[in-house]
């Protein structure tokens, strides 16, 4: 397995110090007007939007690079109630509307 394959790189190959990814990650959220949150964090809102959108457990397994199930869904996955998807298609529908304005 390459270094690559397990570690976000530079454009030459090499590992990025984390301390310059977690400066990149907070620019680029500064940039996009998102609230700052932790790299890790991704992972589990990456996790919960996959199950949101019905994607099969074992395909979002593979996506996190999880080897066990269990630890997709018990520790990173936060399966919204039927309520709270139908809020957040509501609110999906308003955010619409309100680009094409």
Do not use: W
């Not at 932790?38 to 996790?47: E, G, L």
């Not at 949101?52 to 399966?79: C, E, F, G, K, N």
């Amino acid at each position: 397995m390459r270094t690559s394959d397990l570690a976000p790189t530079t454009r030459t190959g090499t590992p990025i110090e984390p301390r310059n990814f977690n400066r990149a990650f907070e620019s680029h959220c500064r940039r996009a007007g998102v609230p700052r949150i932790r790299v890790h964090d991704t992972r589990h809102t990456c996790a919960s939007l996959l199950a949101a959108l019905d994607v099969h457990p074992r395909v979002a397994m593979r996506i996190l690079r999880h080897s066990q199930i269990s630890m997709t869904m018990d520790v990173y996955t936060q399966i919204p109630s039927p309520e709270t998807r139908k809020a957040l298609d509501r609110l999906n529908r308003s955010l619409d509307r309100s680009s094409d304005m």
